[in-house]
């Protein structure tokens, strides 16, 4: 018996979606395949495998229709990655520049792995990209020469066991359909790439601020943040933290996206892209708040609410905090 060959497409969509609009696309996506899978903020998965026949065309040609829909539609520019399972496809989809799409046959995943940066592996942030680093791994194709012994020394047996498989191209998961989580994001793209960390600092901080007033402004409470990095090369790196209770408050969010970004340790990266996402959103109706007898506290939110209001009235502009001044 022969397992049949899937073909899975991830697609990273180039605009800043709302909830609405992001249920919209997958809804016009699903037309093709109802095998969906949202992939927050702003890219989503999908299996064509039984679609494919049902429309009588190629994986390729499929790819570019949902391209396409998604212009017509919308106005949305894409691009896309198209491979054998969901790693394969994401990774496809980082290394493609806007607008395009890169396909990675079945037979060919190896040869496409081999050269190409370890860092580029889901699960390799930037601790371990430099332990790999300093014993001269530098490439995917390194890893899968090496014997698996000496990479469970480097690196422990589960984490090198996982390492292994994925430089192999091997991720059996599949694609689930399901709706968007609730969320909340905010992303900066930078004119060009970034090696300082003050601007790293700077630009997290901007991004809080503005989950912050979002969160309020929708009357919600978030109980958890990622930031996901996307850097010059196009590969990303993910972290996320639960929040020390659900807020909506500026100062605890970016405390917390600040934490995030510490502990990528990304010193002098070149970063291209941040994204930063509030999740797990709940009514501030519903939500609990730790009671502080701390004056500064319920200043700040004071100030916070009078800042807020200042902001609907005149503008984004009007108030800003003293850190993200010109």
């Known amino acids: 018996m022969t397992t049949r060959q899937r073909h899975i497409a991830h697609f990273h969509l180039h605009t800043a979606l709302t909830g609405t609009q992001y249920d919209d696309v997958i809804e016009l996506v699903s037309g093709i395949t109802p095998h969906v899978q949202a992939i927050p903020p702003n890219a989503l998965q999908v299996d064509l495998t039984s679609a494919l026949r049902y429309f009588d065309m190629s994986a390729y ?123 909340l994001a905010a992303d900066l793209t930078l004119s060009r790439d970034c090696l300082d960390p003050a601007q790293h600092h700077r630009a997290v901080l901007g991004l809080a601020d503005r989950i912050g007033q979002r969160l309020r402004g929708e009357r919600k409470f978030a109980d958890r943040l990622t930031l996901t990095v996307r850097y010059a090369d196009r590969t990303s790196t993910t972290r996320t933290r639960a929040l020390p209770e659900p807020t909506d408050h500026s100062p605890a969010v970016a405390a917390t996206a600040l934490g995030l970004l510490t502990s990528l340790g990304l010193q002098r990266a070149r970063v291209r892209a941040f994204v930063l996402r509030a999740d797990d959103l709940r009514p501030a109706a519903s939500a609990y708040r730790q009671l502080s007898m701390d004056p500064t506290d319920a200043r700040a939110r004071a100030v916070e609410v009078a800042a807020d209001r200042a902001r609907r009235r005149f503008g984004q502009e009007a108030v800003r905090p003293a850190t993200l001044a010109d």
């Open 61 to 183: 040609d499929a790819v570019q229709t949902v391209k396409m829909r998604l212009k017509a539609h919308y106005g949305i520019d894409s691009s896309a990655g198209l491979a054998g399972n969901r790693m394969l496809a994401a990774m496809a989809a980082d290394a493609s520049a806007p607008g395009d799409t890169t396909w990675v046959p079945t037979g060919q995943a190896a040869d496409w792995l081999y050269p190409r940066p370890v860092t580029a592996l889901p699960g390799i942030g930037r601790a371990t990209a430099d332990t790999l680093h300093r014993y001269g791994l530098h490439t995917i194709g390194q890893l899968t020469d090496l014997p698996s012994a000496t990479l469970q020394r480097l690196l422990g047996a589960g984490q090198a066991r996982l390492l292994t498989e994925r430089a192999r191209g091997h991720d059996p998961r599949p694609v689930v359909p399901a709706e968007p989580a609730a969320h």
